[in-house]
């Protein structure tokens, strides 16, 4: 894929009755994917969706905290977990939850794949307590609020070189 070329929409499988699996190509390195991932300044730039979006948290190792809360036009969104185990520039594990239902707690497995040849392929499993909660999340625009923030992730590894 040329730097020019249009990514393609993250792919999105329900592989088991409580998990939702994606993956996406990006036209970066696996070190430039993860620097986008863990530094503070660069995921502030992308992962809101282009709401401002303010870093509380990020300790990116084994029980580090993360906290980002969003801003939206409709209000405040808080996000949080731990990590179980990370591993540069390979892979992470971490929980995920969101403020608005607090206890529902995700296990979000990411890995990177270095494609050798210039990029990466990141595949994240989200594991779900319950069908009904994996159900919710897919069905709350969890897979368009996630293209939005990969397109901005786009940009954001294209200007890191």
Not at 3 to 29: C, G, L, M, Y
Not at 54 to 71: A, D, P, S, Y
Request: aromatic share 8%; glycine share 10%; no cysteine.
């Amino acid at each position: 894929m040329s730097p020019a070329a249009k990514p393609s929409p993250a792919t999105v499988t329900q592989p088991s009755d409580r998990e939702v699996r994606t993956e996406r190509i990006f036209n970066a390195t696996r070190e430039r994917v993860w620097k986008a991932m863990t530094d503070p300044a660069l995921v502030a730039q992308w992962w809101g969706r282009g709401n401002t979006l303010v870093i509380e948290r990020l300790e990116v190792q084994r029980g580090g905290h993360w906290r980002f809360v969003e801003h939206t036009p409709d209000g405040q969104h808080g996000f949080e977990g731990r990590f179980r185990e990370v591993t540069p520039p390979e892979r992470m594990v971490r929980t995920f939850e969101w403020d608005g239902m607090p206890g529902h707690v995700i296990v979000e497995s990411t890995m990177l794949e270095d494609l050798g040849d210039g990029r990466t392929k990141v595949i994240t499993l989200s594991l779900f307590h319950t069908t009904e909660e994996r159900d919710g999340m897919v069905q709350s625009g969890m897979t368009e609020g996630m293209n939005q923030s990969y397109v901005a992730l786009d940009k954001v590894l294209a200007a890191l070189g």
